[in-house]
């Protein structure tokens, strides 16, 4: 075989010609096409230590990662600790601010009430839809405006004078638009994560690499095919990266929007704490606050991973 | 399949970009003709205009005026009866190995088992089928161009359009791409439109060699390949190689001079040569 003795040389693409030669010779002879395993993933594992030494790394890496973390908490409730303990008080006061245990005992208290969980859930539920809302039209109209120029010169300028405006200046607007408080929040939420959501999937579209698109044309692809099948998928990493800004952002929407105009919901608890003199609730929203943020970016993150697999195999850093 | 289809005819082909005092003549006057199952390079200086004629063929660049005719149709659009095989990966990043095989298929609404069948079946001759499920970022280069190459004959073309599909390979890798191609050429008897500026890879592969020249791109010369089937890497070193490889020099070389010619003149007229005015041709 003279093109086994050609191809010796060279490690990579195996047999790939001898068995070329044999099917040739042979046609419809499957059966001797068996390849070796991939040497480009094979050569990224370390040699001789094997699976055990790989687990106990990333343990011992991921345990210093958790002791640092867990560290920087300790060291800033500790300080908050002091600060209340011994009433800090010199332009920044502490005079008013609860300790961490009582709020601890009060964290401990509302945990048995069932309004603290439904002013979480009415939170997590306004986000949901208006975030849900920002999501489908965002990346639909983000979809039309990138693709097609028309579109991008009629729609483009408007937007990009809303653009501008923060959502929480939208509060006076939205509660009389909209003819409930539950829906103009909702409107609110929806306004500040759907313009990071819009840009991200335009910028998304315009930078899909060309030659993709011809590719899947000279292979009969037509435009709603096109649309679907590649450009959407080439601009998803582009679209996440907007979904995670566009999450942070309908946070601080959301929670402007319910301290301003709310019945209801974590926002709403936290600054009718501030007017209950409970100041120990304040805490306990801001800290819900963040780990409900928290949860939701996570969420985020996750269905990128689990929605864009090949993006993971080059380290998966852009969800 | 049969090697009765594949018949193309490109007539009188020109392609001009821009209008008024900005236009740009890529093509000029190109007549080709390429028989069923034929494989013809055209090999010609970067920035001649071939790849603007490939895609004339493809059918993602008009024509100013001519014909470009594939088994009699006139070709109007890019279409699935041209596969067509890019010079950069184009393979689809969020696609398995095997889902690019696939899409073409896919796009005539074929059946899943018969997509993945057919996949497979192609998969294994080209020597991946073990990397069925990898994503292309996964690959080696001159893998992922070998799963091009599967992903454009899946749909069973007529013609393979291939824009210097092993330009961005290193030496070794493209060597051992070339005798694939001819080995896969031998087996699928379909035509194949080649683009490159590689003389050795023109004559190694083809049956056919048009030489294009400099910007506007015209036909120069067009030399038959006589070498016999199936090509060898050992037949780069035979004499009628050699003596092909000089003509196609010799033609390439004067076009070559002629597409950089006005920064060379500039150039050497710095170092106190005279340049006459055949350019800088004659002082080679």
Known sequence: MRTAELINFHEGPNDAASVLEHATESANDQGGTIVKPPTVSASKVSPGGGVWRNLTDWFTRNIGSALLALTSIAIFIGLWYLAVKYRFDFYVRFTNIPAPLDVLDEIVRLSKTDTFYENMLISLRRILMGFGIAVVSGIVLGLIIGRYQRARQLMFPMLEILRPIPAIAWVPMAIMLWPTNESSIVFITFIGSFFPILLSTVHGVTSVDPVLIRAARSLGAKEPALLRQVILPAALPDIFNGLSVGMGVAWVSLIAAEMISGQFGIGYFTWEAYSLIQYSDIVIGMIVIGFLGLACSAAIRLVGRLGMPWANQRGGNKA | ?284
């Open chain 2, 1 to 284: 399949m049969s090697a009765e289809k594949g018949k193309v005819e490109i007539r009188n082909l020109d392609v001009r970009f821009g209008w008024g005092a900005n236009q740009v003549e890529a093509v000029s006057d190109v007549n080709i003709d390429i028989k069923p199952g034929e494989f013809v390079s055209i090999l010609g200086p970067s920035g001649c205009g071939k790849s603007t004629l490939l895609n004339v063929v493809a059918g993602f660049v008009k024509r100013t005026s001519g014909t470009v005719q594939v088994d009699g149709a006139e070709v109007q659009g890019p279409g699935a009866e041209r596969g067509m095989v890019f010079q950069q990966y184009s393979l689809f990043p969020w696609m398995t190995v095997r889902k690019n095989v696939e899409f073409g298929l896919k796009m005539q609404g074929r059946p899943r088992s018969e997509r993945e069948a057919a996949a497979r079946t192609l998969l294994g001759l080209a020597g991946l089928l073990a990397f069925e499920n990898h994503y292309p970022e996964q690959l080696s280069g001159g893998m992922k161009q070998r799963v091009g190459i599967v992903r454009a004959l899946a749909t069973s073309p007529q013609v393979l359009l291939m824009d210097e599909p092993f330009g961005a390979l290193d030496a070794q890798t493209r060597v051992v791409m070339q005798q694939i191609l001819t080995n896969m050429w031998q087996r699928f008897r379909l035509s194949v439109l080649f683009i490159t500026h590689d003389i050795d890879e023109s004559i190694f592969l083809s049956d056919k060699v048009y030489v294009m020249t400099a910007r506007p791109g015209r036909i120069k010369a067009e030399i038959e390949v006589p070498l016999p089937r199936p090509r060898v890497a050992e037949m780069t070193t035979s004499p009628e190689f050699m003596q092909l490889r000089q003509q196609l020099h010799e033609l390439i070389r004067e076009e070559s001079f002629k597409a950089m010619g006005g920064d060379l003149k500039e150039g050497m007229g710095g170092f106190g040569m005279e340049v006459g005015p055949q350019g800088v041709a004659e002082l080679i």
